[in-house]
């Protein structure tokens, strides 16, 4: 079981950064593939953002390409979303989300969002003009 802790979300202007953190209890974190989704309000829940288990690969929507940066330091259970260039259509509940390592997973990888096996709260990220 892994439990997954949102932070850093909050209320920024556009063309402003913000940085989410999530944090992971567990010892097998650096066994995971970890990635963020978000859901606008009246909206389905969209990717965002991917990374394999040890950083040798990530994946991201067309929307976020060029502004957003997943990253992970698995010495601290931490993923991480840096966004820049914060457009108003990005406000939305920013979720991390973790999948156990399966054999041939990397292949498969990036995964869609119900293959994911556990979920943190979220984060609200509010982008203002």
């Known amino acids: 079981q892994v439990q997954l802790v949102e932070s850093g979300g909050g209320l920024v202007q556009v063309g402003g950064s913000l940085r989410l953190s999530c944090a992971a209890s567990?010892?097998?974190?650096?066994?995971?593939?970890m990635a963020w989704f978000r859901q606008a309000p009246g909206k389905e829940r969209e990717f965002v953002a991917a990374?394999?288990?040890?950083?040798?690969?990530?994946y991201y929507a067309d929307s976020v390409k060029g502004r957003f940066t997943v990253s992970r330091d698995n010495a601290k259970n931490t993923v991480y979303l840096q966004m820049n260039s914060l457009k108003r259509e990005d406000t939305a509940v920013y979720y991390c989300?973790?999948?156990?390592?399966?054999?041939?997973?990397?292949?498969?990888?990036?995964?869609?969002?119900?293959?994911?096996?556990?979920w943190g709260q979220g984060t609200q990220v509010t982008v203002s003009s």
């Open positions: 567990g010892r097998t974190f650096s066994s995971y593939f």
């Open positions: 989300t973790a999948r156990e390592y399966r054999w041939r997973d990397t292949k498969r990888f990036p995964f869609p969002m119900e293959e994911y096996d556990f």
């Open positions: 990374i394999t288990y040890d950083s040798s690969s990530t």
